[in-house]
């Protein structure tokens, strides 16, 4: 619960507040504390751990979830890299 409140709360403000006040230290604080968080498991990211795509921290299950809502959502399975392996592979 505190993990998902980090993740999705504080990190994203610390980050904005880093860009916005032109600090780099904050954010390079927020993506370290990233790193360190264990990944979200949710439907989207145990669809992705499924494909034996690697899922180890925060900043791993947020990428999985922009490619899901960017790429899957959209249907661009060509403009992603791992939509296309699905392809060849299917």
Aim: hydrophobic share 40%; with cysteine; charged share 20%.
């Amino acid at each position: 619960m505190i993990n998902n409140i980090l993740i999705n709360t504080v990190i994203p403000i610390l980050f904005a507040y880093g860009h916005y006040h032109d600090e780099p230290r904050y954010k390079e604080k927020a993506l370290l504390w990233l790193e360190q968080i264990p990944g979200e498991k949710n439907a989207i990211t145990n669809g992705f751990t499924a494909m034996q795509i690697e899922n180890n921290t925060a900043f791993d299950s947020q990428a999985l979830i922009q490619l899901k809502n960017e790429y899957c959502h959209k249907k661009r399975c060509l403009d992603c890299s791992i939509g296309n392996k699905l392809i060849r592979n299917a």
